[in-house]
């Protein structure tokens, strides 16, 4: 019995930890004709060591912005500008997301 349980929370530990991974990131979607986006990025280990909640949400919406510019470089989305939809944080501001959308049909 011990050894399931064992192997049962390897398990959980390591889905855990692979869901914590695909959180991260820019997400796109296409729907009538508008671009959607949601970029997802953590604070600085620095911020967060420090325990300081506004170091925390800078740091993340730095690196949250800085994720999606990479992403707006691609030349699938030459020409078209985006309009920030709101700003979220989660976990005390250890975590946030960007929601943006395209102004231009593309």
């Known amino acids: 019995m ?3 349980t064992f192997i049962f929370l390897l398990l959980l530990t390591f889905c855990s930890k692979a869901r914590e991974e695909l959180l991260f990131g820019v997400f ?9 986006f ?12 420090k325990r300081d909640k506004t170091m925390k949400e800078i740091s993340c919406l730095e690196a949250a912005r800085l994720q999606l510019e990479v992403e707006l470089q691609k030349k699938i989305y ?6 920030i939809e709101r700003v979220e ?3 005390d501001g250890k ?3 960007i929601s943006a959308h395209s102004t231009k049909k593309h």
């Open 89 to 91: 944080f989660f976990h």
């Open 38 to 49: 949601h970029s997802t990025a953590k604070a600085s280990e620095t911020a967060i060591q």
């Open 78 to 83: 030459d020409g078209i500008t985006i309009e």
């Open 95 to 97: 975590i946030c997301r």
């Open 28 to 36: 796109v979607s296409k729907q009538n004709g508008s671009w959607k």
């Open 2 to 4: 011990k050894k399931i």
